[in-house]
């Protein structure tokens, strides 16, 4: 892991964020608003999956319930305009902070599970809450939330004429979850995370407090999660239970992440930019034979990656990098104890 | 002039393409105890696997009763009669004793031999004859070392390769399972082992050969490898 | 006041009685040798003392301060540190890294224990191979990973279990002298060992376990000559050959 305060690589990112930066003045994009609409989910699925990636790929605790700290945020956006008629800020805030009160509170009990129990019961907990929010009048109930028109800006976090505006919040939410996900990777708390993954009882005889670790990273990931489900409801402009608190989702967020590369930075990134265009192009091309295409080969991606390259992208991405200095003749990582 | 058991000439192996053992040169004659010993990492194991055929030679040829084996794997090997027993003594935890020998004869399909042969095994290893019906995990260290040896032998090997019995064992088991190595060589079965308690192997061996990064350094009979300055300061801590 | 005050600790699984009122005591700067046959419960003690495990009955003591019951990760704050006989690698992490993990137990200062993980890859003869994923590493390097690792975490004791299985007797002298020098540097060792030369030179003291039950406890040399050691785990080779050794010393 990099030890240096900004190195190569840093540099490289704050370029490929200037270039996103100015993709809105690029004339493709500016001509078809489709094409910035896939961007734009793009950026709004990496920064889910990043935050999922906290606690599930560099923690290593998989959990298949965030689709509920994401509906959280979304509830919490979508209620303070639709429900009170007021901005969304504030309901932003709320959700943010419950999403992580209630990801502690969960998984508190949760995390005496070990491994795959532990997954089948985040399961359990998406079909807790999306069945109760199903029958839940105050939220909305099946009927779910349907935005207002209202005054468009940042006030109101809302855009009628371009998407510009959401493409700009999406790019800082975007910016946000990663650079936490950076700093964590050279911090203590990223190193405790990792070792917690590779070794629970391992790192508590190193004096690592696992289960702080576990609910922190989890506290952390809920609320980075209901962030991204704010801006979701924002720009989707329309709340529903199947939509945002479901399995489905909740499903997306981890492929996203394991296809890319679990436990890494740059993972959800490469995940998102293959799903996303896979799932919105396929779904303009095709209408609605074509709802299923996308899926049949995402899901044919997986097995093969689980198969051939369970690192994901990166891994693939790595492999021919080693490869190809092998091949130069420079064997990299040449063990000098003559090991295995 | 009798022919050795086996020959291996000059011998480069590894991993991924990458040799750990460089133009490695020994031979067993039949009915001998040889000892192949060296530090950590010298690629002792390394060797024994290949000539096993868990692994296959970069460069080389490995001679069995003068059949080239070089390219055959692991279980082909068997079926010639070599017997490799690796380190860790790898027995089948969950399985009791007799089952754990049973499956060592695994290329016989007779049961009146394997019982046989069990029989004979329980003879030899009075130890294992008395928890023949326990499982494996049940056992002390040095039973399940003994138990994987006996397994070793259920296939009547013409050469049992022995990899570090000696790992993880009291000094009292260390010395009985030197006094039974001994023992089973003595009653007629070639050996080749590998050893870290470079002392203890030479003891009992009648040569040896000393591996250092990859390649032979010396050899000689037991007796004047375990006089040898050199190897008494660099090995035996003398 | 002993450092480590074990205080008729005993460990049931069910019906198997795994440690058995087992007392003794280590001494602040001592190095103390845990031996036995395999099963003595060597391992279940130390599982005990590092909190992995709460004794059925007894009482453990370190520092004066009563351990029993606490979690691993209390203890290994308070300074006890084990290292594991099956090792246990950070496996996808670097060797770096896990050291580092270790250096983070004292300091959260990036700098500071960044440095102390480079110190402890030194000491262990780690540098080559420290960018390396931990689990490529052969088992004489994931041994000394172990060691590098605990000692990052600048334990008071430093409790090693079985890290000289499978070397050469030379290799074996050189970690002896790496252990008298962590002593020198104020760490208290508890080594549980089956490579006598590797223990039995430089102990203060040896504990002797066999089936569950201390049997013995007292110096080397008056270890080497008790009956009761011998038949239960020395052998009659080993007690003649290290009678010799110590005559031949005597002699000069």
Redesign the interface.
Known sequence: MRRKALDKKDVIWLGFVALLALLPLAPVVAANSFHMHVVILILLFASMSQAWNIIGGYCGQVSFGHSVFFGIGAYGAGMAVVTYGGAPWPGILIGVLLAAAIAVVISYPCFKLSGHYFAIATFAIVEIFNRSFMVWDWVGGAMGLDYPLVKEGLKNLMWYDTKTGYYYCALILFLLIFSVVRWLEGHRFGYYMRAVREGQETAESLGVNSTAVKLAAMALSAALSALCGAFFAQYNLRVDTPMVMSLDMSMKFVLITILGGSGTLVGPLLGAAVLIPLQEYTRAFWGGLGGGVDLIIFGLLIILMVVKQPAGMIGIIGDMHRRFFKHKGIAKGDSADGSP | MADPILKVDDLYTG?DG?P?VFGVSLEVMPGELVAI???????KTTIMRTISGLAHPLKGQILFDGTDISRLAAHQTLKLGISYVPEGRRIFAKLSVEKNLALGSYTENSKVEIHRRIEELLEIFPVLRARAKQVGETL???EQQQLAIARGLMSRPKLLMLD?MS??????????MMETITAVNRAGTTILLVE????EALEIAHRGYVIQ??KIVQSGAGSELLDSEEIR?????? | MALLDVRDVTMKFGELVANDRVSFTVESGAIVGLIGPNGAGKTTLFNCITGFLKPTNGSIHFDGANVTGLTTYQIARLGAVRTFQVVRPLKEMTVFDNVLVGAFLKTSDNREAFARAAECIRLCSLEPLQEKPAGELSIGGKKRLELARALATRPRLLMLDEVMAGLTSTEVKASVEVILRLRESGITLMIVEHVMEGIMPIADKIVVLDGGVKIAEDTPGRIANDERVIEAYLGAKYAQRYKQRKEGEALG
Do not use: D, F, W
């Open positions: 991993y990458i750990v010993v060296g530090a950590n990492g010298a690629g002390s260290g040095g570090e790992l993880g064992l009291m000094p009292s088991m260390v010395e009985k870290q308690m470079v002392q990064t990859g300061k660099a090995y035996m801590g003398m």
